[in-house]
């Protein structure tokens, strides 16, 4: 199966309990939710999963049509028009109402490998839910047709009316008390896309370049090109108008991964550009190595924090490169560790994460990218022996015995590294919920301090042993 996680887009009508359902299957009250229509805007985020599948959820804005604005969504199957990255001016014309929510939805909509469709059994079937109906059905995507409210028997009843929309069979679900949810579920993960694994393993090694609009990806991208002289062909991404491009370095082979349209830029809306949160999550879960690139002068960017955070949510290796620095006056020796400071604060990460100050459009330390890149690919394959991982914890306990909780003294037995990519340690102990949060840091303290882990995160583990 594909390691990329599926994204879920859960679209419909304003007021039909999008959110509620939201927070019903990611498991925390995280949309915010009022019987008000057009209380969602943007889209909210929430992993979820269920039969063993993970999946990303993704809540929306209500949809209300009017007769002066247009949308516009591009079937998966068909390729957009020269110059339409995202295809928002070809395929299905439909009427929205704000500029905000449009947007919103329609990037949802075009990212999403599936589309739960709500509609509301309460109310029943609306011109509105007809329309909606119409364009999620030009996508050409698996439509999960969805009834909430159906808290009785009557209304689970009544949702046949809903067949009328020609997208099967309706699921009736509670999303206020979680019944049908199940069924619901079942529906949504039956429509995933699956791939399978060929007999030949993919040893590449895949780089996410990731930013904000405008903080110089593809000149980046066109300078890392140029100067190395590599041998490069451009291949098809699994993110729709994505281009992976191969370049080869001292005869290793690395994958960079561009942005979507990144490289056809000034060709999409501002309020496109601005909301490209869904892409970047798609890069994310593709890659080992994310290179996040910072504007030097715009380091408090929400974006970039939000970014940032997936990066380390799901246990990639990353760089930051902190771009335009040749715009930066009057520097002095203080000035690159003041900047880091900032970037670490602002961005939550720790000393392990390597920082670079580059000026793409000058070349500026461009050169020290790929063997940093390489370095930090090392990092992340790198295996300890057990015998050396155990004298580690052993000096570690020495050095500074934990002092455990539950009325007992923590012991550890032994410890053991589980995989690579990222590197995973499990650590037995004869009771795991007394380690506290501190040791555990301690822990991870001890093994970057002898192994280094350069730019990789640490993935570690703790579980009981009876003593013998």
């Known amino acids: 199966m594909s390691k990329n996680k ?28 009022e019987d008000l229509a057009g209380t969602t805007r943007d889209r909210v985020y929430g992993e979820a999963d269920w039969a063993g599948r993970d999946f990303i959820m993704v809540d929306t804005g209500g949809l209300v049509f009017d007769s002066h604005s247009n949308l516009s969504v591009t079937s998966t199957q068909a390729k957009p028009k020269r110059g339409h990255e995202l295809g928002f001016q070809a ?31 309460e109310t029943g079937l609306t011109s509105t839910d007809n329309d909606v109906a119409d364009l999620l059905r030009r996508t050409q995507k698996p439509i999960v047709l969805t009834v909430n409210k159906a808290d009785n028997k009557k209304r689970r009843g009544e949702v046949t009316e809903f067949y009328n929309l020609g997208l099967g069979d309706p699921i009736p679900v509670s999303a206020l008390h979680g019944t ?35 903080v110089g990806k ?27 491009t191969i370049l080869k370095y001292e005869n290793k082979e690395l994958v960079l991964i561009d942005t979507a349209g990144i490289r056809r830029r000034g060709k999409i809306g501002t309020g496109v550009e601005k909301h490209s949160f869904l892409r970047a999550i798609k890069t994310i879960n593709r890659a080992d190595i994310c290179l996040l690139m910072v504007d030097a002068g715009e380091l408090e960017a929400t974006q970039d924090a939000h970014i940032a955070g997936y990066i380390l949510n799901e246990a990639k290796s990353v760089i930051v490169l902190v771009n335009k620095w040749d715009t930066i006056a009057e520097k002095d020796n203080d000035t690159m560790k ?17 920082i670079l100050f580059i000026s793409a459009k000058t070349g500026q330390r461009v050169n020290k990218i790929i063997p940093l890149i ?19 914890l052993q000096d570690a306990v020495t050095k500074h015995p934990p002092k455990g909780d539950h009325h007992q003294r923590l012991k550890f037995f032994y410890a053991t590294q589980a995989t690579v990519s990222p ?30 882990f350069v730019g990789t995160p640490l993935r570690i583990i703790f579980r009981n042993r009876k003593e013998e």
């Not at 929205?96 to 949802?108: D, H, N």
């Not at 002289?229 to 281009?243: F, L």
């Not at 990092?379 to 155990?390: F, G, K, S, V």
Request: glycine share 6%; no cysteine; net charge negative.
């Open 180 to 214: 049908g949810t199940g069924d619901l579920l079942d529906a949504v993960v039956k429509s995933f896309p699956y791939t399978e694994e060929t007999e030949e393993t993919d040893e590449s090694l895949k780089i996410a370049i990731l930013g904000r609009p405008n």
């Open 91 to 121: 395929g299905v014309e439909s009427r929205f109402f704000l500029p905000e929510i449009r947007q919103q939805v329609a990037i949802a909509i075009e990212e999403a490998e599936v589309i739960i469709f709500l509609v509301d059994g």
């Open 218 to 244: 593809s000149s980046l991208l066109n300078r890392l090109l140029g100067e190395e002289r590599v041998i490069v062909s451009d291949i098809a991404g699994t993110t729709r108008d994505a281009i992976d």
């Open 374 to 392: 390489l370095q930090v690919s090392e990092e992340r394959l790198r295996r300890i022996p057990t015998a050396e991982l155990n004298r580690l």
């Open 6 to 33: 599926p994204i879920v887009a859960l679209v419909g009508r304003p007021n039909v309990g999008k959110s509620t359902l939201f927070n019903r299957i990611i498991g925390q009250r995280k949309a915010i939710v």
């Open 423 to 452: 590197p995973t340690f499990i650590f037995f102990v004869n009771d795991y919920k007394a380690v506290h949060f501190t040791y555990q840091r301690y822990l991870e303290n001890q093994l970057r301090e002898q192994y280094n």
């Open 338 to 354: 003041k900047f880091t400071k900032l970037i670490q604060t602002e961005l939550k990460f720790m000393d392990y994460v390597p």
